[in-house]
Every structure is written in C-alpha cells, then in structure tokens.
C-alpha cells in the first residue's frame, strides 16, 4: 500500500478507528474519551527497535496512567509475508512483555493508511482536543536503555499536561519499515 512520507501533519485531527484487540474486544476512539493525552504506537512483533524499547513503553503507561495518559499499539504490518506478526503472535508478545495497553490488529492496514504512518515504532500524540501534537522518536537511545539523555515523548507528555505547547525539534522516530501488503 503506498503511504505519504510526509510527517508534516502536526494539528491533524485524530482519526477514529474500530480494531480488535489482543483481549478480543474490538475498541475505537470512544473508549477513551475520558482521557487527557492519548498515544498511538504503530508497533509489531518482529522490529528490532520494537523489541529493544516495548518494556519501555510498559513502564511508561504504568507511570502515566494516572494522569489520564493512554498508550495504544496497533499492529498494522502484513501477517502473511511476517508471521511472527499475527494475531495469536500478538497475544504471545503481550504475554510475555506484560503489556498494560491495548494492542490491537491492523489487519486491512487502513488505519496506518490513515495515519500515514510508516515505520514500527511510529509515535502519534494527541492533546484533550484529539489534535495531534506530537509525532517523534521515544528516546535517543533505542538499544541501551540506561545511556538515554533525552526522553522525547516524556517532555512531550509533561507540557502537555501542563497545558504547554510543545517546544522541541521533534525527531523523527527511527524504526523497520511498516510492512505493506502487495495485493
């Protein structure tokens, strides 16, 4: 499926979706209305840079969700050519990383269409008002937790929480290609 490269789209409105997840219910945007920040994470099961920072975002909804932050992965990658991607894969990753956000399966890959998103991980932030806000890396150092100096998506979340626009070059989230269907 060919996407727009373009990761120019901070102040897009946030794009509802309805996607089954890992626990086998089906969500959209709706199920967390309640919510101050949400986070969409394009992830999969197979990346190298999944692999290497998803305790990370473990502990990062874990110390966020009581400030009404909600993480959601979704999975949009080709099951078929990737199979460790599928959905049963899926239930056996958030298994074993103890994963404490729905992660939910991308299987038409509309949704990351939509989003135009294009790499796993590929971060999307979105203040109350569902305008996105963000859209970069997690941290500058993927694949050695303790040699990280800057924590993007932390500073991202923390102004917005406090009401503040973010005030940061935001860079780019490095990752595998989202891996499209040729049909």
């Not at 997840?21 to 945007?29: E, P």
């Not at 967390?32 to 290497?52: D, R, T």
């Not at 135009?116 to 996105?132: E, G, W």
Request: net charge negative.
């Amino acid at each position: 499926m060919p996407v727009n490269n373009n990761i120019d789209n901070i102040g897009s409105d946030i794009i509802n979706f309805s996607l089954k997840g890992v626990d086998d219910k089906y969500y959209t945007l709706s199920d967390f209305i309640e919510k101050e920040i949400i986070i969409i994470l394009f992830i999969c099961n197979h990346c190298p840079y999944v692999k290497a920072v998803i305790d990370r975002y473990v502990k990062f909804q874990e110390k966020y969700k009581n400030k009404n932050v909600q993480l959601i992965g979704i999975n949009s990658n080709d099951s078929k050519a990737y199979p460790e991607d599928s959905f049963e894969n899926m239930k056996l990753f958030t298994e074993k990383h103890k994963i404490n956000f729905p992660y939910l399966y991308d299987e038409t890959q509309i949704v990351a269409g939509n989003y135009q998103a294009v790499c796993t991980p590929d971060i999307f932030v979105y203040d109350k008002s569902r305008t996105l806000k963000y859209r970069g890396r997690f941290d500058d150092n993927w694949k050695e937790e303790d040699k990280v100096m800057e924590r993007d998506l932390g500073k991202a979340v923390e102004l917005l929480l406090e009401g503040e626009e973010i005030n940061f070059n935001q860079i780019p989230s490095m990752g595998c290609s989202i891996k499209w269907k040729n049909d």
